[in-house]
């Protein structure tokens, strides 16, 4: 069993930053793959970015690629996604999701955090 808890969320202006902050509990965070989905009002949850167990590859979306870094500290059961250059499309929900393979669609993952909802003003 893997508990997962974003933090980090927030309103910023366009062209800002955030850093998220995934927790989770468990000695075992160290074998799953992590990845951050997101979801606006009205849409489906979409993949942002993924990481491997040792973090040795990562994945992003088309739309966040060169924009947002993906990385994890296995000692802090962390994962984090720092977000750069925001726009007001970015605005949604982001969740944090821990799974066994790690991969662009939401069935892969077994376990999700809450959320945290960030909010991108023009």
């Known amino acids: 069993q893997v508990q997962l808890v974003e933090s980090g969320g927030g309103l910023v202006q366009a062209g800002g930053s955030l850093r998220l902050s995934c927790a989770a509990s468990?000695?075992?965070?160290?074998?799953?793959?992590m990845g951050w989905f997101r979801q606006a009002p009205g849409k489906e949850r979409e993949f942002v970015a993924a990481?491997?167990?040792?973090?040795?590859?990562?994945y992003y979306a088309n739309s966040v690629k060169g924009r947002f870094t993906i990385s994890r500290d296995n000692a802090k059961n962390t994962v984090y996604l720092q977000m750069n250059s925001l726009k007001p499309e970015d605005t949604a929900v982001y969740y944090c999701?821990?799974?066994?393979?790690?991969?662009?669609?939401?069935?892969?993952?077994?376990?999700w955090g809450q959320g945290t909802q960030v909010t991108v003003s023009s």
């Open positions: 990481i491997t167990w040792n973090g040795g590859r990562t």
């Open positions: 468990g000695r075992t965070f160290s074998s799953y793959g």
């Open positions: 999701a821990a799974g066994l393979n790690v991969a662009a669609v939401s069935s892969a993952y077994t376990y």
